[in-house]
């Protein structure tokens, strides 16, 4: 899949009750990004730090890499969304970075997915999905 440029920013998380959470991706880790049910973007976490900006609402972030994001001028509101990703309609929408090679999360995740090749063949479906939107901005 081609990367166009690399761009980073601050992956917020809303509060600091949440740092288990937001130190737990590693470097080098792939997260799917949802806003209102549609796939935004795909970043890698470029380091372990967690950074922080006060104690106020999204206060702590993490540095990520964007490897796909829609074009600019894109309408977000037409954005494929999250059940084109996953397979199905219902994916957490609670701001939390979830492990999908996890047995014991996204038990939705590992019904549809395990009987069609596990996390393998999800990230070869995600893969081919963004081959295809970025085919089609060429």
Same mark, same amino acid.
């Given at each position: 899949?081609? $990367?166009?440029?690399?761009? /980073?920013?601050?992956?917020?998380?809303? @509060?600091?009750?949440?740092?288990?959470?937001?130190? =737990?991706? =590693?470097?080098?880790?792939?997260?799917?990004? /949802?806003?209102?049910?549609? +796939?935004?973007?795909?970043?890698?976490?470029?380091?372990?730090? /967690?950074?922080?900006?006060?104690?106020?609402?999204?206060? $702590?972030? =993490?540095?990520?890499k +964007?490897?796909?994001?829609?074009?600019?001028?894109s @309408?977000?509101?037409?954005? =494929?969304?999250q059940?084109e990703? #996953?397979? #199905?309609?219902? +994916?957490?929408?609670?701001g939390?970075?979830?492990?999908?090679?996890?047995?014991n999360?996204?038990?939705? #995740?590992?019904?549809?997915?395990?009987?069609?090749?596990?996390?393998?063949a #999800?990230?070869?479906? +995600?893969?081919? /999905? $963004?081959?295809e939107?970025?085919?089609?901005?060429?």
């Amino acid at each position: 899949m081609p $990367i166009p440029e690399a761009k /980073l920013f601050k992956l917020n998380w809303r @509060d600091h009750s949440s740092k288990d959470n937001a130190t =737990r991706p =590693r470097k080098g880790d792939l997260m799917l990004l /949802l806003q209102k049910a549609k +796939v935004t973007h795909l970043v890698e976490f470029i380091d372990d730090e /967690l950074y922080g900006e006060g104690s106020g609402e999204w206060g $702590i972030y =993490r540095v990520v890499k +964007v490897l796909w994001m829609p074009p600019e001028d894109s @309408d977000w509101d037409k954005l =494929r969304h999250q059940q084109e990703f #996953f397979g #199905f309609d219902y +994916v957490v929408g609670d701001g939390a970075a979830h492990d999908l090679s996890a047995e014991n999360q996204m038990q939705q #995740f590992h019904q549809y997915w395990d009987a069609k090749g596990g996390l393998a063949a #999800f990230q070869n479906h +995600v893969d081919n /999905l $963004i081959s295809e939107m970025l085919s089609t901005t060429e």
